[in-house]
């Protein structure tokens, strides 16, 4: 594809970098793509910008959101006026040539989501009733049409479980599966003077010195329920009750409500063990000051705090619900729990990082074994280019029109 400039579309619902996660993740594929010397520009249903790359389609329709037949019909109209070679989508538009779910499958996350609720009774009623939301239900059929549909786009998993869900849900065939793990941004810069006034906070608030020497596992998620924050706090609970070279702390980070867990915490007995930091805007300073990462998800397709952690060179602890297991070794740089209601394996991966050894044992694997270039976006842009090529080799071969064009 070097021969010639090729310009990608990268179709999303919204574009507003600040709600982060997959805005964030499409905003920094698509400067990486760009960085490989192709034009990228993002189309959007809804969002805010005023960068001259994203257009935004449905800025007249009332709502946050978009309904999704009306944003295909402008996206359709949009192509047919103007040309692509790559229309890479990570919605469920069957019109595009590649769709790269970045939540993973619609099926598994409706069934991820009420798992991770604590009572069996509402668990239940969550599955019953996860229809009801009719854009989730949209979304959901657009989805197994797509599968469905022999000539429809190629699907990029970001991890092997977002592989085996669209095999395991919509018996979609390798042949139409191409996995590449997720990336982020890498070598992001460091203020160290705001890490260190935001440490020296820190132990100013949990009532500790430098001399008491701390382990600080960073939790951040917006989600609380969904990422695990209450077997999290019950673990810090059994960990507390443990001898330990050093005593464990959490720190909680992000915008979920948290006043039931700072209500767990009081009642375990644990809650001048845990502080809680609210949304975080730099959240490479508060992984400086952290000794590891901790994420008991119920379900994340490939967590970008994980990979971004990694990054960072902290060791990680998360579940197998988690696509960014991929992208490390369970037991050399960090630990994999089967279960996220597994509170005796969560102490006890707990309890292994409060050893200063095992954290530079970690952290130094992660280093050789140069996970820092594994994780980073360039690689996926690397990964993802012979998927294009290929696209835009059939085109040519058949001679076939662009679809939606």
Same mark, same amino acid.
């Given at each position: ?124 009623? $969550?599955?019953?009733?996860?229809? %009801?939301? *009719?854009?989730? /239900?949209?979304?959901? =059929? !657009? ?98 009750? $443990?001898?330990?070279?050093?005593? %464990?702390? *959490?720190?909680? /980070?992000?915008?979920? =409500? !948290? ?147």
């Amino acid at each position: 594809m070097s021969e010639a400039k090729k310009k990608i579309a990268i179709i999303i619902e919204r574009m507003d970098i600040a709600l982060g996660g997959a805005e964030r993740s499409v905003f920094e594929l698509a400067t990486a793509i760009s960085a490989f010397g192709f034009e990228v520009d993002i189309l959007a249903a809804k969002g805010q910008t005023s960068a001259k790359n994203i257009h935004i389609l449905c800025q007249n329709t009332s709502g946050k959101r978009a309904c999704y037949f009306t944003f295909a019909k402008e996206l359709k109209k949009y192509l047919s006026e103007n040309h692509y070679d790559i229309v890479h989508s990570v919605l469920p538009f069957d019109f595009a040539d590649v769709y790269q779910p970045r939540g993973g499958s619609f099926a598994e996350s409706i069934l991820r989501n009420a798992a991770s609720y604590q009572n069996k009774f509402v668990k239940v009623y $969550k599955r019953i009733t996860a229809f %009801a939301n *009719l854009r989730r /239900a949209i979304f959901l =059929r !657009a989805e197994k049409k797509l599968c469905k549909n022999s000539n429809g786009p190629v699907i990029i998993a970001i991890s092997e479980y977002v592989a085996e869900q669209f095999k395991k849900h919509y018996g979609v065939g390798d042949d139409r599966i191409v996995v590449i793990p997720n990336g982020v941004k890498i070598n992001k810069q460091i203020d160290t003077d705001r890490a260190n006034k935001l440490r020296d906070q820190i132990l100013a608030k949990l009532g500790l010195k430098e001399a008491d020497n701390p382990v600080f596992f960073l939790f951040v998620a917006n989600n609380f329920r969904l990422k695990g924050l209450t077997p999290l706090i019950k673990a810090m609970q059994a960990v507390s009750q $443990k001898s330990t070279e050093r005593k %464990a702390y *959490l720190i909680v /980070a992000g915008n979920g =409500r !948290a006043y039931r867990y700072r209500r767990l915490g009081r009642k375990l007995n644990v809650h001048k063990k845990i502080i809680f930091l609210g949304a975080v805007r730099h959240i490479q300073d508060a992984l400086s000051i952290a000794d590891a990462a901790v994420l008991p998800t119920f379900y994340d397709p490939s967590s970008r705090y994980i990979l971004e952690a990694i990054a960072a060179g902290k060791p990680v602890i998360t579940t197998k619900f988690n696509g960014a297991t991929d992208l490390f070794v369970n037991n050399r740089h960090g630990r994999v729990i089967d279960c996220p209601e597994d509170i005796p394996a969560l102490a006890e991966a707990i309890n292994f990082f409060t050893v200063t050894n095992n954290i530079r044992t970690a952290s130094q694997a992660i280093v050789a074994d140069d996970l820092k270039a594994e994780v980073s976006t360039s690689r996926v842009v690397e990964q993802l280019m012979p998927v294009y090529e290929s696209i835009c080799r059939k085109a040519s071969l058949t001679g076939l029109e662009r679809r939606g064009q």
